[in-house]
């Protein structure tokens, strides 16, 4: 794992903005980012220029967010419900009972890594080995990552554990590593940590030597630089996949860092960024809301931001970010919620000023986790649900990957093994040249941004 060596503390949650204010912000700055960005995506700096100038504020004539949005309520809605005793079984549960074995939206369930994972859990697949699919990689996790922050506020090793378990499902390796250095950044920003230690905070909890620790190193040696510099430092030119996971979290921290954590900088100059401009506006968007506060948001651009659509989750249809970070900041202070905290759902938002709605019954499941493996255990008709489950204790180091699943589990069924003999999750290749040093040299000035690639 990466060292810890000189990473600044991160202090206990405190200051002039509240905890309640912080989480509100990163959640309302996650959706903002997200609606801002979704018009720019796979788009080069140069072809938004042709289209729009640059970006200042919504371009879309009915701004709304986008799979990033929908699946970060998703998590944020299972882990206030579950908390910090979250688990793989009750991560691929949920999936089943509010997605894939649901009627779709019209977008179908997302992104590449979202469709390869509701594609093997209809197939029988349990996790992990639901998460072996050609887009394990993607930034996928890193979109819904922000809650889990919110929820672990001044733990990043916390928040990073539990964006592990929440992407145990649907990712791996590179997958992983950026759910959790988001969910690390967001853990430091909500206690108040400078843009230096929010930074630190997620390199803390990635390998040195993974891809995305490269990356991020190298984004924060361009970032004092600007925009120009931090995305030819990061992206591949010519690579064709815009939601490489290593590339769209460095890009958001590259932002952030490079608006020192200024709400309307930190976002406009990862829209602006093109490649993943959702997602890395989403991202970047979270950590400067989180460290910043709900006021940071421009009032016009929060107005815009109403409950979802369920374009992409039909479950989510009616939820408001703003709803879900009061559920986490008050699921923070207590016990762990059992599911009579989470009753039916019975109301709709109205939006930001109106009273939100109760969550929805997100699946409580019987059985427990045996390693990461495993089906779920569907809780028999009649059966008593008021049974609170004891907090798991946070590990002293987060693991990368989940631990080895128990025979018996999924991960030793027939098709399980077929899976993995025949179908592995093809990583793609870094570029040629070898890994970067752990302290990342400048990087050299070219004097023009880089624009090859989608």
């Known amino acids: 794992m990466a060292s810890t060596a000189c990473i600044p503390p991160v202090p206990a949650p405190q200051g002039t903005v509240g905890l309640r204010d912080r989480a509100r912000g990163a959640l309302l700055g996650l959706a903002v980012g997200d609606a801002l960005g979704a018009p720019a995506e796979n788009m080069k700096p140069s072809e938004i220029r042709a289209r729009w100038g640059r970006i200042t504020g919504y371009v879309a004539d009915r701004p709304a967010g986008t799979d990033d949005t929908e699946y970060a309520i998703f998590s944020g809605l299972l882990l206030a419900r579950h908390g910090a005793a979250l688990t793989p079984v009750h991560v691929e549960t949920a999936w089943h009972e509010w997605i894939a074995d ?28 639901s998460a072996q699919h050609r887009h394990a990689w993607s930034d996928g996790l890193a979109m819904r990552a922000a809650p889990h922050g919110v929820f672990a506020a001044g733990r990043p090793a916390e928040a990073a554990r539990l964006a592990a378990i929440d992407g145990s499902v649907s990712h791996e390796g590179e997958g992983i ?19 230096v230690a929010v930074v ?7 390998p040195d030597d993974s891809w995305t620790a490269r990356c991020l190193r190298r984004a924060m040696t361009a970032a004092h630089r600007g925009e120009r510099a931090v995305r030819s430092a990061v992206v591949i030119g010519g690579y064709p996949w815009t939601d490489l996971a290593p590339e769209a979290v460095a890009l958001a921290f590259g932002a952030y860092a490079a608006a020192d954590g200024d709400f309307t ?19 970047a968007g979270a950590l400067a809301g989180a460290t910043r506060g709900v006021q940071a948001v421009p009032a016009d651009w929060a107005a815009a931001i109403g409950p979802v659509r369920g374009t992409c989750l039909p479950t989510m249809a009616g939820h408001h970010v703003l709803e879900v970070a009061d559920l986490l900041t008050r699921a923070a202070r207590e016990v762990p919620p059992g599911p009579e905290h989470v009753p039916g759902l019975t109301g709709r938002s109205t939006g930001p000023s109106g009273p939100p709605p109760v969550p929805p019954a997100l699946p409580d499941p019987q059985g427990t986790a045996s390693g990461t493996g495993g089906t779920a255990s569907r809780r028999p008709a009649g059966a008593p649900s008021g049974a609170r489950e004891a907090p798991v204790r946070e590990p002293e180091r987060t693991p990368p990957h989940p631990e080895p699943a128990a025979p018996g589990t999924g991960r030793d069924r027939p098709e399980a093994r077929r899976v993995r003999a025949h179908a592995p999750s093809p990583v793609p290749s870094e570029p040629p040249g070898g890994p970067a040093p752990t302290a990342c040299p400048p990087v050299p000035d070219t004097g023009a941004a880089a624009e090859a690639g989608p």
Do not use: H
Not at 105 to 127: H, I, K, M, Q, V
Not at 200 to 206: M, P, T
């Open 102 to 129: 649901r009627e779709e939206g019209p977008f179908r369930g997302a992104g590449f890594s979202e469709r390869g994972t509701l594609e093997n859990l209809r197939r029988g697949l349990a996790a992990p080995i």
């Open 200 to 206: 630190a905070s997620a390199l803390a909890v990635v």
């Open 177 to 195: 590593y950026g759910g959790q250095a988001v969910a690390a950044g967001v853990a430091a920003a909500m206690a108040g940590a400078s843009t």
């Open 265 to 283: 900088d930190a976002v406009l100059t990862a829209v602006n960024m093109g490649r993943d401009a959702d997602t890395t506006a989403a991202v």
